[in-house]
């Protein structure tokens, strides 16, 4: 014996069972005059704003094709999409925007601790456990960080590290 196979559909929204009872009350629109429920108009917009074709709207919704050509020229749907659109990608530019803005104040934070590193290391070279070289080059790499993340140039960055008199002869 085989086992039976069932489907699981997912249970319809609040919206999608609205819009299945006005499509089910509602006999195939007939002649000029026939009204479409305002839930079916908003529904074959977003239909058409997920670009589904004309004929699958009439079917689904039953309209019929002529009506949704209406409707898409009577209420602009061409243009109210790409407005939505543009919405969407103002706020998709925005979010880039603003990550990009936390990621360059994180990283001028990394230059500015590199070079506070280097200035402490600067200290520490009599000790002798660090040469005036490197830290002199911990420094001018996070000035020249700094310099680049502000969107200065680098190219002619010089930077003057004048040691105390103790130091020079290191």
């Known amino acids: 014996m085989g086992t039976k196979k069932t489907a699981i559909t997912p249970m319809p929204t609040k919206k999608e069972k609205e819009i299945q009872k ?52 009577k209420q602009e ?31 001028i934070g990394l230059a500015q601790a590199l070079q506070a590193k280097g200035y402490e290391k600067l200290k520490e070279v009599k000790k002798g456990e660090i040469s005036v070289t490197e830290a002199r080059t911990m420094i001018s790499d996070g000035v020249k960080l ?9 190219a002619e960055v010089q930077i003057a590290i004048i040691f105390p008199q103790e130091l020079q002869d290191i």
């Not at 407005?83 to 994180?106: G, L």
């Open 146 to 154: 700094e310099r680049e993340l502000h969107g200065e140039s680098t």
């Open 22 to 73: 006005v499509i089910a009350e509602r006999p195939r629109e007939k002649g000029r005059g026939a009204g479409i429920p305002k839930v079916l108009i908003d529904e074959a917009f977003e239909m058409y704003c997920n670009k589904i074709p004309y004929s699958k709207i009439s079917k689904e919704l039953n309209i019929s094709k002529v009506s949704i050509c209406k409707y898409v020229k």
């Open 77 to 107: 749907w061409a243009k109210r999409r790409q407005a939505r659109w543009d919405k969407t990608e103002q706020k998709v530019d925005d979010t880039v925007a603003s990550e990009e803005a936390k990621r360059r104040k994180r990283h």
